[in-house]
């Protein structure tokens, strides 16, 4: 038989879920500038831009090559596999990655990384599960199972509480991870998570082997 139904006070949402969520996201736009402000803009090399460009061609003419005609498909094959003039036979890049221990720039990063990202994120946690301890704040509208009640039920160790109820401190943790889109809507797409990770996105490297045409 199952227990009676909890019943949540009104102003625990009042004084307990929403201050979360406003200072999840306060401190999120915080970061957002901060992050902005410490970070050096990284230099694009314009000849590995040019090469991913060319990489990004030549995939596009493997997939759609079926539409063309085939004297189209055949001068833009000859143009990247040409045994003498091609471009992947004639551009021959050796390619160094980069050590991040003898860089001190890319260690730099890291460690403005970590103080602008993982810190805030132990530190705001910390206090909120110091602050809101024990409280519940909601409740899924749907079972689940008690696997995840460690996940969502962080700091309040009760075996007979459904694992459907979530504590303050996962509460925090579902904020941290779910208000991406708010700060997406509000700051734009090039927010500094984006922009934290869009020079990693120059910095991978591609064989040119996988964008041969047969």
Excluded at 23 to 50: A, C, M, P, W
Excluded at 106 to 114: E, F, I, S, V, W
Excluded at 189 to 208: R, T
């Amino acid at each position: 038989m199952a227990g009676p139904e909890l019943l949540l006070d009104s102003s625990i949402r009042l004084w307990v879920v929403l201050p979360i969520v406003f200072i999840t996201f306060f401190v999120g736009v915080l970061r957002h500038y901060i992050t902005k402000l410490i970070h050096n803009e990284k230099k694009v090399d314009l000849q590995q831009v040019s090469d991913s460009q060319v990489l990004l061609r030549s995939r596009i003419l493997r997939e759609n090559g079926k539409y063309l005609p085939k004297q189209s498909f055949a001068m833009r094959k000859h143009y990247f596999n040409n045994p003498e003039t091609g471009f992947f036979k004639k551009v021959k890049r050796k390619v160094t990655p980069k050590n991040p221990m003898t860089d001190p720039s890319m260690l730099t990063d890291m460690m403005k990384g970590n103080l602008t990202n993982v810190l805030p994120m132990i530190l705001i946690g910390g206090w909120i599960n110091w602050a809101f301890s024990g409280f519940l704040t909601t409740k899924v509208p749907f079972p689940l199972t008690l696997r995840f009640k460690p996940m969502l039920q962080r700091g309040i160790e009760l075996v007979s509480l459904d694992a459907s109820w979530v504590s303050s401190a996962s509460w925090y943790f579902l904020n941290v991870f779910g208000l991406r889109s708010m700060y997406t809507l509000i700051l734009g797409q090039d927010n500094a998570l984006v922009a934290f990770l869009l020079p990693v996105h120059f910095q991978l490297q591609i064989s040119p082997e996988l964008c041969r045409i047969r």
